[in-house]
Structures are given as C-alpha cells and as structure tokens.
C-alpha cells in the first residue's frame, strides 16, 4: 500500500521502534498472506490530512459462518492515531468507514477507548467471551500467589478447594484416536463442510486459513491435534504453553468438531490437559462463547472466571436469530488476534 511507510514511522512515534519493526513482521503475515486477503490488498482504512496519514484502522478479513450462510467478515484490530488527530471524531471515522465495508463486523478482547466507541456507534455488545481456567499444580500457584513460604500450605488449601469444585465428569471416550499433525490436509475441509451447521456464527475453519493462523504464523509455535473416528477426521484443538511471571501457563486456542460431538472434544481435551502436565504446566486457560464447549471445559474440570474479552459485532446483513443464538456462537482464544 502507498501509506505503508508513512504509517510505520508513526506507529513508531505512538508505540517505539521496538514495536514497529516486530509489527513489521507480523504486518506482512496477518494483512499480505492471510488467505481472505483479496487482488485489491489488505483492508487497511486510512485517515488523511493534506496526503499525510494521522491514523489507521487495521482489519483481518474472514469468511464467516453467520446464520446458515457464509458471509463477507472482519476482525477489527490496530487503531492507532497520531497526537494531533486525537479529539477530532477521526477514530469514530475510521471504525464507520470499516465496518460500512463488510457484512459483519467484529470487534473482540476491546480496549476500554474502543469497546466505548463501539457501544457509541451502536454495535451489538455480546460479551464478555467467557473464560475458563484449571489449576493444575495447586503448590506453583500458591508459591506464585503466596511467596515460597506459603508453598506448601496454600497448596494443600488449593488442593481442598479442588476437590470441591474442580470434580472432573469426564470419561476417556472410546472409539476416537487424537494425534498430532503438521500439516492441514483436504479432510480439515470436510470437517469444516460437515461441521459448521452446527454452529450460528463461527468464522470458517478449513486447510488454509489453519495453515495461515497456526502453522505460518512468525510470533507464536503452537501444537496441533487431531482426533479421528473410523478414519475419519472428527475434530482438532491448538493449544501452546508459556511461562508467564513465574508460572507455567497453558493456553487452549481452539477446539473444533460438531457442537454435537462430545467424545471427539473429550479425547481432544484429555490429551492436551495431559501434554499441559507433562510440561509443568500450572494453569490450564481457554476462552469460549459456545455453550457446547464451555459445558465441555467445566466437565474436564474447568472453573469459569473474571473474562477481560468484550465482544461487540454489527450485521448489515440478514441475521435472523442469530443474535438470540449466542451460545451457539463459536469464538475462543484462537480468534481474531487474540494471541499476540
């Protein structure tokens, strides 16, 4: 694009080199190669005065699954404006100019400046996404929360509180195998063709756009599941794992099949939280608006918490009931940018 220097260097001004050159690279990953990316580039708005830009509006494009169709969607993300711009109605510009483009537009895990503008421009507020956790070593978390001292106490305090709440109900299902794969192949199109009319709204989960999210993305190594029924390909989870301030955090991105499928999320379920505690992991996480799966986290054990994730969308298509469907919906961590 003609802006794209000119905008880094201002970038640079707001948020630092540092940041401007590691957005760089993932600029060229989430806005060239993205396969919803159309011949006419990536679906960048830019504000000018006098040729020279004073702000953007980034968003990601995805085909969306939206009331029993597919349609033209995006995430909105990457707003940034220069000093003299602000207080000038540029943002709320910006955001209109967008979401005037596409079907649906999406705006997901809203800083407090922008999940006001989004309520102020009249978009449907249907966060927050919930979040899910499970401790799974209770003595790192209280050496984490309490200091060494208070290691072993607030473990045995913690592992009290487990055995009250966090009663996992889920049983190894038989008949489904889980892997780990490399690549995304024709049948994760399949899956998608057969599995999305399961779902009110769930952006479009085929070979490509996994390939894109998951195995070409340059800031983040995930780790891919599969679970096979017969042979056949019934679902896949994303899921990595980190340290973070001490303490061994893991991450579900993702867990896709039929809302309906139970046992195929089960055996996804049981071989990450498995994968979680060979690596010491401490706390297993995971965000999800559908209700399937959140009823599937609580049974592996899963205790619902505080979500910072707001979710506000705006339709300038037919929606139907979409929008009374809500639990339905599938959005986790994996979607939007989320995962930066």
């Not at 830019?46 to 597919?70: F, K, T």
């Not at 943002?91 to 503008?117: I, R």
């Not at 010491?280 to 205790?303: C, I, P, T, W």
Request: hydrophobic share 40%; with cysteine; charged share 25%.
């Amino acid at each position: 694009m003609d802006d794209d220097q000119a905008l880094f260097q201002g970038y640079g001004e707001v948020f630092g080199q540092d940041l401007s050159e590691s957005s760089r690279r993932r600029w060229r990953w989430q806005y060239l190669e993205n396969p919803a990316t159309g011949p006419e580039g990536p679906e960048i708005w830019v504000a000018h005065d006098n040729s020279s830009p004073l702000g953007q509006y980034a968003s990601m494009p995805v085909s969306l699954w939206w009331g029993g169709r597919e349609v033209r969607a995006s995430w909105g993300m990457d707003v940034f404006l220069r000093p003299e711009a602000r207080g000038r109605g540029i943002g709320a510009q910006l955001f209109t100019t967008w979401s005037d483009h596409v079907e649906v537009a999406l705006g997901l895990g809203l800083t407090p400046s922008s999940y006001g503008l989004f309520q102020k421009l009249r978009f449907e507020d249907v966060g927050p996404v919930p979040f899910f956790q499970r401790i799974l070593d209770p003595r790192a978390v209280a050496v984490r929360r309490l200091g060494p001292v208070w290691g072993p106490l607030g473990g045995l305090g913690l592992r009290g509180w487990l055995a009250a709440t966090h009663l996992a109900r889920a049983r190894r299902p038989p008949g489904v195998s889980v892997g780990r794969v490399s690549r995304f192949g024709s049948d994760f199109d399949a899956l998608w063709e057969r599995a999305r009319g399961s779902y009110a709204m769930c952006v479009r989960r085929d070979a490509a756009y996994l390939t894109w999210k998951y195995l070409a993305c340059p800031a983040r190594s995930y780790e891919i599941r599969e679970a096979r029924r017969d042979r056949q390909l019934v679902g896949f989870a994303v899921s990595r794992h980190e340290d973070y301030r001490g303490l061994r955090l893991g991450w579900i991105l993702d867990v896709f099949a039929d809302a309906s499928d139970q046992q195929a999320k089960d055996a996804l379920l049981f071989a990450i939280l498995d994968d979680f505690r060979a690596a010491g992991v401490a706390r297993a996480q995971a965000f999800s608006m559908n209700r399937a799966l959140a009823g599937d986290l609580r049974r592996h054990g899963f205790r619902a918490g505080r979500s910072p994730m707001q979710f506000c969308v705006r339709s300038r298509t037919a929606s139907g009931t979409v929008f009374q469907d809500l639990g339905r919906w599938h959005v986790v961590f994996g979607d939007s940018d989320m995962d930066r």
